[in-house]
């Protein structure tokens, strides 16, 4: 069993949800990304994303589009983003998911990539635009690595991909609220439940939902009818307008925290 999914098993046996907060790498730098996930940690996150900054990423918001883009302008790529996660990784036991595109972690070489990440302490990698069809010498890295591979379904996923990615995914599956990009909305769509239904459907896998989750009634919502309630472009915003601010990192936590109250 990974670690990720001794949490999930953990969480169920105490009949609550999980929390799952996202950040980008290197966004304001990568100390404070070093700083901020052990906040994350302390601040109770059942697991954590960490996203590697690329140029074009097109599942992302305008949020974490500039979150990408002032990453990278600091020179963050994958080699620092998982020898962060090292660092961290000695004072943290949170499991950690990768989240990136494809190109970079193509660029950097599959199997050295999941060497790596494993010898980092990463968890799990979710690979936002590889599409399950050829994910299989992927997944099969991932697992000679000990590494869970994490997918994406959306509302508009096929019953036939969905199968798949079923057989495919490890770890556990990310449900996306609603189609369009990451941002923070006021409301999730009613579509996510019934994506939670399909997803169980055709596997016992935990569900995470993400894609729009900014408040904590929205979490709360969440958890009704999911294992786990993902939030990003709300934490990721909070880091922007902190940005100069020398108690970020506390505000931030503290703002991540009040998400589960």
Sequence with gaps: MSRISEVFAKLKSKGRGGFIPFITAGD????VTQKLLCELAEAEADMIEVGVPFSDPVADGPVIQRAS????????????VLDCIAEVKRQIDVPIVLFSYYNPLLQFGPEALA??????????ILVTDLIPEEAGTWTTILAANNLDSVFLVA??????????????????VYAVSRTGVTGAREDINESAESLVRRIRAVTSLPVAVGFGISTPSQ???????????IVGSAIVSEIERLTGDHNLVRKVGRFAHSLTQ
């Design 28 to 31: 304001p730098d990568l100390l």
């Design 69 to 80: 883009e002032r990453a990278l302008k600091r020179g963050t790529n994958v080699k620092n």
């Design 115 to 124: 060497t790596a990440a494993q010898r980092a302490g990463v968890d799990a």
């Design 155 to 172: 509302p508009t996923t096929s019953a036939d991909r969905l199968k798949l990615i079923a057989q495919r995914a490890r770890g556990f």
């Design 219 to 229: 979490v709360r919502e969440v958890w009704r009818y999911a294992d786990a309630a």
